[in-house]
């Protein structure tokens, strides 16, 4: 998986995207804060020398000279670490206490706090060891001396480097977390879409049979791949079926065509009577018209398997059908000296489609009519039983070994018992189709002796 | 009769012409949609024959065209799309009888006679006959000779038919559709055990039959053979 095609995945654009917006709104927010830090820092320094100068001067004043160098040595003492310092001058501008060695030369005595720079040789003690801007205030007490007291930024300094720190880290945070995160959705993404686009290629190389894996995720692209091998299920059976119908055209329709054509050539080698070639020819379309129905019967029950049946489908009064097709045939089973017998329920309905019901229904009788000896007994039974309706067609005829169910159902399979009789052996294959298609089950069972075809519409059909 | 043949495949439209011709019609051909719509609204045919597939203009636009243009001449569609729901399109654009390629010569011709009987019997009859058989329309009573025959409903319905095409062929197919309203192929042949059960209550017991059989064809009911 190269970086440029991970780089270009919607995932990682989607995260960078976002890592960026984000990255600003956090500036701008770390931002405002640490401005809004400093100058409340700012302002507690300022307001905290203020307040600090008027209790010395109330001090000075109410207590005297002495308590007020004393108050300011013991405050200097504690304040060894909190870095605040002060100048305590006589009216002749000589030391009489503090922590720094001399007036700082910029600072005027305003009541005001001014960041004034002080080498940090002038402070004794060593309170600083870097040169540094001191907010300062200075004021002239009542006799004429003067006291300055200074903060050091230092503390202030630390916390806005903290803050700044903070901004620098959580930005950075920020956007690895969102590179990552786009790292992983990314390959994760690519590893889904290379699972299809892998199996899109084995297709197209002519493997049909490959399907897209289907994780336990259940997630939008397991709905994907699920659809995608419906689709592809769907397009291999339409191709398999294809694919039998040409095979069926091309080994089983060669034969009759063939015979057909030596019929005609043999008849051409000598003179005959008009009266034979009409009955030559007659026997020709009649082998043309079987060859025809062989074809449309292939295509039918292609169509019908594929499902691509687009004809009519309705409520079919499967009764009334079989009532109708049952009076059809019950001439040809007399006329074989046979019985026909009807137990059909009546008002039976089933989903579906008319024509291919009779069809295969009339497929199924003409099967046992015609492999049923004088004397025998069909029976054409429908009924139903609980959801589903039954329809069974039982004669008592030779049957089928139960070795072969699986093998009638074949495009042109017969069995050698039935090789003498006329019929394409497509038969049962089409009424399979028409089974499948209206979703019903069809199974045979041994009528001991002769055969029973079982067609169970479950209540899915209806 | 006048019948015009609109259908492109020249190789089917050849022996379509020829057989008709034989057969003692008098045919025209058009070998597109446009010269067809042309011919059959300037000419007086008594059946067009119309495939579904036709350059210039499809044949069910032309079939709506013609219906729309009040032109009630019998239409027989062809067409090589096998499927129910293309048979219910054809017969719903206003085509009065459809047939699915490939279909046997004698099919069509037998369709192109019911055709005409179809458009030209529109007068209601109370009672339809042949030599002396004859069938009541309002109380179903079948009488050869003066003689009752006792017909059950199916073997009624099969006699009405071929009655109201008395003269003509018609086919086996067309007798699965009309009479018993099923589209498929028997694969033995159901009709013709119908059929002579009938032939033994309307002709064995009189000298002359009425109902007979044409080898590969069908069969037709007249007084003569």
């Known amino acids: ?462 | 009769m006048r019948i015009l043949l609109i259908e492109d495949d020249q190789q089917a439209a050849t022996y379509i012409v020829k057989g008709l011709t034989e057969s003692g019609h008098n045919v025209d051909h058009a070998a597109d949609g446009q010269l067809g719509l042309d011919l059959a609204l300037a000419e007086n045919y008594d059946v067009l024959v119309i495939d579904r597939m036709l350059p210039k203009r499809d044949g069910l636009s032309l079939i709506r065209m013609l219906r729309a243009d009040g032109d009630k001449t019998p239409i027989l569609v062809l067409s090589a799309l096998a499927e129910v729901d293309d048979r219910i399109e054809g017969l719903r654009s206003g085509g009065d009888d459809y047939l699915v390629k490939p279909y046997a010569f004698s099919e069509l011709l037998a369709r192109v006679d019911a055709l005409t009987r179809r458009y030209t019997e529109t007068v209601s009859l109370t009672a339809l006959k042949v030599a002396d058989l004859e069938l009541n329309l309002l109380t179903h009573k079948v009488t050869r000779a003066g003689c009752l025959i006792r017909l059950q409903p199916m073997e009624l319905r099969l006699l009405e038919f071929l009655l109201r095409h008395v003269g003509q062929v018609v086919t086996r197919t067309m007798l699965l559709e009309q009479v018993w309203d099923l589209h498929f192929d028997p694969q033995t042949n159901v009709i013709d055990t119908q059929i002579s059960r009938l032939r033994s209550k309307i002709d064995r017991d009189f000298d002359r039959p009425l109902l007979h059989t044409l080898r590969g064809v069908g069969y037709k009911l007249d007084e003569f053979r």
């Open chain 1, 1 to 462: 998986m190269n970086l440029g095609r991970l780089l270009n995945t919607s995932a990682m654009r989607i995260a960078l995207r976002y890592a960026a917006i984000y990255a600003i709104l956090m500036i701008l927010g770390l931002s405002t804060l640490y401005w809004a830090s400093s100058q409340y820092i700012d302002e507690q320094i300022t307001t905290g020398l203020k307040q600090k100068m008027l209790d010395l001067i109330h001090i000075d004043q109410a207590q005297g000279r002495k308590s007020l160098i004393q108050t300011l040595n013991a405050q200097s003492a504690i304040n060894k670490q909190s870095r605040s310092i002060f100048l305590l001058l006589n009216s002749s501008h000589k030391k009489i206490a503090g922590d720094l060695e001399a007036w700082p030369s910029k600072l005027d005595v305003t009541n005001r706090v001014v960041n004034v720079w002080i080498d940090s040789q002038l402070i004794s003690n060593s309170k600083m060891d870097q040169d540094a801007y001191w907010p300062m205030i200075a004021e002239t007490l009542a006799d004429g001396s003067q006291l300055l007291l200074a903060q050091s930024l230092k503390q202030a300094e630390e916390l806005q480097e903290q803050i700044l720190y903070s901004i620098i880290s959580i930005f950075l945070l920020s956007v690895g977390l969102a590179l990552t995160m786009g790292w992983i959705i990314g390959r994760t993404l690519l590893a889904r879409i290379d699972n299809i686009n892998s199996t899109a290629k084995a297709i197209t190389s002519g493997n049909l049979s490959h399907r897209i894996p289907i994780t336990e995720k259940n997630d939008e692209f397991d709905e994907l791949a699920k659809y995608l091998n419906t689709m592809l299920n769907r397009i291999e059976q339409l191709l398999t079926g294809m694919r039998q119908v040409t095979d069926n055209i091309a080994h089983d329709l060669r034969k009759p065509l063939s015979r057909l054509r030596n019929r005609l050539e043999i008849t051409l080698l000598e003179e005959r009577e008009s009266q034979e070639y009409q009955q030559i020819l007659t026997e020709t379309i009649n082998d043309a018209d079987e060859l025809i129905i062989t074809f449309n019967t292939l295509l039918e029950i292609a169509q019908t398997e594929a499902e691509s049946f687009r004809g009519e489908w309705e409520s079919v009064d499967l009764s009334k059908l079989l009532q109708q097709l049952g009076e059809l045939y019950q001439e040809l089973a007399n006329s074989k000296k046979q019985t026909l017998k009807l137990t059909v329920q009546n008002g039976l309905k089933v989903t579906g489609n008319r024509h291919l019901l009779a069809q295969a229904v009339s497929n199924l009788l003409d099967n046992a009519i015609k492999y049923t000896p004088a004397n025998g007994q069909i029976i054409l039974a429908a009924k139903q039983q609980q959801k589903n309706i039954t329809l069974k067609v039982s004669d008592n005829g030779v049957g089928i070994p139960t070795d072969k169910y699986k093998l009638v159902l074949e495009r042109f399979f017969r069995l050698d018992s039935a090789r003498s009789m006329p019929g394409n052996g497509l038969g049962l294959s089409l009424v399979k189709a028409v089974a499948d298609l209206h979703r019903a089950k069809l199974s045979f069972e041994d009528n001991q002796p002769g055969l029973t075809v079982v067609i169970i519409f479950t209540k899915l059909n209806n």
